[in-house]
């Protein structure tokens, strides 16, 4: 069992965590497949995103998320054998307003924020952090991005930004994600202790959930099971 009282900072991943990711991707593709003929099932077309998002995340040149996004929807037309107009690439980033929380989320940040210093530490670009951040109901402490450290996890250079900008020793912070390699490992290999938010996906190992073994110091189902654990 972990012993909360130790944590001052709670670290949240924020898509797939707190943002329900895979409806908000599914929303965005699933009309463009559609205008293209192109059929894929869930699992598949997770983990068709998830390779395309990969490769764009590890350019060499850094691109910022919605450039990532863009080339994601690219890619599936490569691949699946259609070019997808201007509108339709841009589309996947600019849907990302509209993605919702999770139905547990508000309720859980905010009664954990009575406890702890909440900050997000997401693979994003601040301006559509932006348009996130009032759909959750706190005001988060500290908001750590792709974009400021010029990398994407599971690179550890922006946990490190997240230490630098906190000043809190690893001993007092707990990260909490949805993702083992995106979130759990580095952390974990920085001494920073983890909770696993082990959410139902359509597929392990695709999309948010891309499988990897590694072991949290806790996992629950939500976020509401995480704020009970830390009020016991």
């Known amino acids: 069992m972990l012993d909360f009282s130790r944590f001052s900072v709670l670290t ?23 205008a293209h003929n192109k059929r894929l099932t869930d699992i598949a077309l997770l983990e068709l995103y998830s ?13 910022n998320y919605r450039d990532v996004l863009e080339s994601v929807v690219g890619g599936f037309g490569e691949q699946l054998g259609f070019a997808p107009s201007t509108a339709e690439m841009r589309s996947l980033p600019e849907s990302l307003s509209n993605w919702q929380p999770f139905s547990d989320t508000v309720g859980a940040l905010r009664a954990l924020k009575q406890h702890y210093k909440l900050a997000v530490i997401s693979n994003i670009d601040d301006d559509l952090f932006a348009l996130t951040a009032p759909k959750l109901g706190v005001t988060f402490d500290y908001v750590i991005t792709a974009q400021q450290a010029r990398c994407y996890k599971p690179c550890r250079k922006i946990f490190g ?22 979130d759990v490992i580095p952390a974990q290999s920085l001494g920073i202790s983890t909770v696993w ?12 959930t891309k499988a990897v073994t590694g072991k949290p110091d806790l996992e629950v189902a939500s976020l509401a099971e995480l704020a009970a654990a830390s009020a016991n």
């Open 197 to 208: 938010v082990n959410r139902p996906s359509p597929g392990m190992g695709a999309g948010a």
């Open 12 to 34: 949240f991943d924020c898509y797939g965590t707190m943002i329900d990711w895979e409806t908000g991707i599914f929303s965005a593709l699933r009309p463009i497949l559609v």
């Open 51 to 63: 390779e395309l998002e990969l490769a764009a995340e590890q350019k060499q040149d850094f691109l």
């Open 161 to 182: 930004l997240a230490r630098e900008r906190m000043g809190v020793h690893p001993d007092k912070w707990l990260h909490v994600g949805q993702s083992i390699y995106h």
